[in-house]
Nanobody, 116 residues
Framework: VQLVESGGGLVQPGGSLRLSCAASGFTFTKYYITWIRQPPGKGLERLANIYMDGGNTYYADSMKGRFTISRDSAKNTVYLQMNGLKSEDTALYYC???????????WGQGTQVTVS
């Protein structure tokens, strides 16, 4: 299993970014992709996840309204649209794959988001 994140970068406060997570190297279709971030010097924070087979989504309460998770099942790709970015959103953003909602069995390498 391989997960490749992209779309990070430097953005001004109030700006937007769309992160992508491309998954490959497997044949199963029933799995979850979770976006997780780690701010500098802090622990991991789960943001949102999506069930690839049905599209059901789950958000951390603090993410509702600004971040939107979506998927393109045909491309095995998950997106995280982030609007109204704040300095506290600065972090390394990872996507993780699991076969149950709170499992993070496989991880990507991360993409850096800097809001400044």
């Amino acid at each position: 299993v391989q997960l490749v994140e992209s779309g990070g970068g430097l953005v001004q406060p109030g700006g937007s970014l769309r992160l992508s997570c491309a998954a490959s190297g497997f044949t199963f279709t029933k799995y979850y992709i979770t976006w997780i971030r780690q701010p500098p010097g802090k622990g991991l924070e789960r943001l949102a996840n999506i069930y690839m087979d049905g599209g059901n989504t789950y958000y951390a309460d603090s993410m509702k309204g600004r971040f939107t998770i979506s998927r393109d099942s045909a491309k095995n790709t998950v997106y995280l649209q982030m609007n109204g970015l704040k300095s506290e959103d600065t972090a390394l953003y990872y996507c993780a794959l699991g076969t149950v909602r709170i499992e993070y069995k496989f991880w990507g390498q991360g993409t850096q988001v800097t809001v400044s």
